[in-house]
């Protein structure tokens, strides 16, 4: 049987699968933030009416995946499968918001790799004729996030300059066998790759050597630069993290030149006083439904690598002393 | 479209030379800043905790009651500003300068039970009380009991 | 009503700056309860060598409200009370010096912890 997997970790896709919606919900600070304007939805408050943050963010993933769906016209019934995922323990927020649309349902864990891994993943079910449609959601929120992996929100303490700001934003595709829009052409799933850190304060430095792993291993298997690429975007590596992944490629001998950035670099101001930058499942998520979807849409750009990273340690590990290990996972989108 | 090519592509950075190059680019936190704003806070918060004990000294209780008193008070204004949502911002401005003082204790206790009181008044709010104040007082207790115990046997 | 105000501030100022330099100098995984804990027991230790009572003679709320305080209050309570009902006072006497401190910090933490919600 004829492969489709090329290099050490890349899966080339022989009929790229369309995306054929995106859609995005965020909370208030990241609707004032640069890219509030590409977002479909923007909450005006944390809870939206909801008795608990975490009933917030099903909400908020339900919202996403439901206004996908909406905008085009396939019958919520020929959706084959739905991936989603989240940060929450056991995703909650996934698997509640999968209660409602009672689809067949894949929960998936990469931490806030989550959506690229989903893109991966859903594009492998069709282009392996399993699917026709799939749903790929993901959802993060900052106030369930900072209650299980750090402190109590009213908690009066500082944060660490090179600390992210969890994202409070949803965000999902439709992704369809056939149909009008940007395909996914290939995908490098990543490893797992530690190098030490154990800082829980400095995810972007966590998960830098992971996701600069996986990019060495997607131009390596595609026979690439990154100059054939309009934009790179990693997930959630923030301004310490962005420069590391730099510095590391750099030194193994891939200058990345300008077109390397970071969604949890673009979605937040300076003066938004969030230190080195947004994560979160949903920051990669938010920021590839709106704006890069729209750019794409736009023809401004033509081939977008966009690469997920994850930080797959939980409060337990951390507190019991163990490092953080990263993840990367890498998609290729084309107009 | 089969390629099954060896691995080579492993980034050639080692650990060491990684530990050293995120040191570089973490930056440091503003220690010069940090420590003149909790010594304003931590200055200013101990001045209120003055004039309260002062005030109850004016009112006729004598300076031991009126300095357990004030410290009763404080531990009530600072559990009110944590209600109010207004202590976390007082605690982001003059990190330590409002941790230390016993306001910052109060903050402890209130921020966490607060946060899980939907989780129940048992497990919630009555358990999570004493997610800070819990470790605190069993190191503090402990420490007096073992102080007693020494003062007892040297005297 | 404004006496031992420039005390108050100075000593409590220096005894929070301890406190900023722990928190910014050492490991990132010294949190702010790990603040707490030292101060209490560090406090409850110089109480007992002596030495924190000159800073509170000197700096009064100044020297008692940050927490290094109350571990002072628990020693001298402890061995307040040893000197008074022998081996037994060690276990009472840091609880009964500092009650006041604990019962409020108890019944106002858990009264405004259901008044109020989270604003995130």
């Not at chain 1, 020929?78 to 209660?99: K, P, V, W």
């Not at chain 1, 090179?162 to 829009?181: K, M």
């Not at chain 2, 089969?2 to 050293?20: D, F, G, H, L």
């Not at chain 3, 928190?23 to 804990?37: E, G, I, N, R, Y």
């Amino acid at each position: 049987m004829d492969l489709k997997r090329m290099g050490n970790q890349t899966v080339v896709f022989a009929n790229p699968p369309v995306i054929l919606s995106s859609y995005s919900v965020v909370g208030p600070k990241e609707g004032q933030g640069p890219l509030g304007k590409t977002f479909s939805k923007v909450w005006k408050d944390q809870l939206n009416g909801e008795k608990s943050w975490e009933f917030a963010e099903s909400k908020m993933l339900r919202e996403a995946l439901e206004g996908a769906i909406a905008q085009v016209n396939v019958p919520s019934g020929h959706i084959d499968f739905m991936l989603a995922g989240d940060l929450l323990n056991q995703m909650i927020s996934s698997n509640f918001a999968a209660r409602q649309l009672a689809l067949p349902f894949i929960g998936i864990y990469g931490a806030c790799s989550t959506m690229a891994l989903g893109m991966a993943l859903g594009s492998m079910l069709i282009d392996g004729g399993f699917a026709r449609y799939v749903l790929v959601g993901v959802s993060s929120h900052h106030d369930t996030a900072e209650r299980q992996f750090r402190a109590p929100t009213e908690h009066g303490t500082q944060r660490a300059m090179s600390a992210q700001w969890t994202v409070t934003g949803a965000g999902s595709v439709l992704l369809g066998q056939t149909g009008v829009g940007p395909r996914i052409t290939s995908a490098t799933l990543g490893r797992v790759v530690d190098y030490a850190e154990s800082n829980v304060n400095n995810m972007g430095s966590a998960m830098a050597p992971a996701v600069a792993d996986t990019i060495l291993n997607h131009l390596h298997d595609l026979h690439r630069h990154p100059a054939d690429y309009d934009l790179i975007a990693s997930g959630d590596l923030g301004a310490v993290g962005l420069a590391l992944a730099g510095e590391v490629l750099k030194q193994s001998g891939r200058d990345m030149g300008t077109g390397f950035t970071d969604c949890g670099v673009m979605i937040f101001d300076a003066n938004q006083d969030v230190h080195a930058g947004a994560s979160g499942c949903g920051c990669s998520a938010v920021v590839f439904a709106g704006n890069i979807m729209q750019r794409i849409k736009a023809g401004e750009l033509k081939r977008v690598l966009l690469v997920g990273s994850g930080a797959l340690h939980s409060s337990t590990s951390a507190l019991q002393g163990e490092s953080i290990p990263g993840i990367g996972h890498a998609v290729v989108i084309e107009a | 479209m089969a390629n099954q090519s060896s691995r080579q592509p492993t980034i050639t950075v080692t650990p060491e030379q990684y530990k050293s190059l995120a040191q570089q680019y973490t930056p440091k936190p503003t220690v010069v800043k940090n420590v003149v704003r909790a010594f304003f806070v931590g200055g200013i918060i101990c001045v209120i905790g003055q004039i309260i004990i002062n005030l109850f000294v004016i009112a006729g209780l004598n300076r031991i009651d009126a300095s357990t008193a004030a410290t009763a008070t404080m531990i009530f204004l600072g559990a009110m500003l944590t209600g109010l949502g207004v202590y976390d911002e007082i605690g982001k401005f003059g990190g330590a300068g409002s941790i230390v003082p016993i306001t910052g204790f109060a903050n402890s206790i209130v921020a966490p039970a607060m946060e899980f009181k939907r989780e129940g008044y048992v497990l919630g709010v009555g358990a999570k009380l004493f997610t800070v104040a819990g470790p605190v007082l069993v190191y503090g207790i402990a420490t007096s009991i073992v102080v007693g115990i020494v003062y007892f046997f040297l005297h | 009503m404004f006496e031992m105000i420039m005390p108050a501030f100075i000593v409590g100022g220096l005894i929070c700056v301890i406190g900023q330099l722990l928190m910014d100098l050492t490991k990132p995984a010294f949190t702010p309860a790990h603040v707490l804990v030292s101060f209490v027991t560090g406090g409850a230790i110089l109480g007992a060598l002596g030495w924190y009572e000159p800073l509170v003679k000197i700096g009064g709320a100044g020297a008692t409200i940050p927490l290094s305080g109350f571990g002072y209050s628990l020693a001298k309570g402890a061995m307040e009370a040893v000197g008074k009902q022998g081996i037994l006072g060690a276990l009472s006497g840091g609880v009964e010096a500092t009650a006041v401190g604990i019962a409020a910090a108890v019944f106002f933490g858990y009264l405004m912890s259901v008044a109020f919600s989270p604003k995130g």
